[in-house]
């Protein structure tokens, strides 16, 4: 069974949802690959402890606090590549932002291949399923410039500067 609630952030409504054990999306209203992983119903409930446990989570990030992503139990769909560049995501720090072509040169050190496509890190990045949390918010173009975000570049732009971030 899947679970879902909904929290009013300033970036607007967000879903959230979870399994039994573990929370496997956040997602913006009209957001990009919305619960792209998950063929069946998300049923209402607040009450779920692990999605009270992620609104608390959300509730201190909007609050200017920074909670560990660790604080979560995360649960994950998708490739393994996929899967590495979301845990890649999770170690940027706050406040902070790398480039796709960063996480790109970095893969390719770990797997020891000769080259990979910052094209292919985007497409990770952009179907990360779980906004906010995992902060793929803090990737940006080679410039710096800000580049594809599925919940908007507005709602990017919003969670950089609430980060102190200094956007080009």
Partial sequence: MLYKTVYHSPIGALTLAADETHLVG???AGQKYFGAAYKEPFIERANHPVLQKAVQWLRAYFAGKRPEITALPLK???SPF????WQIL????YGQVVTYGDIARQLVQEQGQKSMSAQAVGG????NPISVIIPCHRVVGA???????AGGLQAKSWLLAHEGVQIK
Avoid: E, F, N
């Fill in 90 to 93: 999770c170690k940027i720090p």
């Fill in 143 to 149: 410039d710096g410039s800000l580049t594809g975000y």
């Fill in 124 to 127: 990770a990045v952009g179907h």
């Fill in 76 to 78: 994950l769909q998708g």
């Fill in 26 to 28: 956040v997602w913006l």
């Fill in 82 to 85: 996929r899967q590495r560049v």
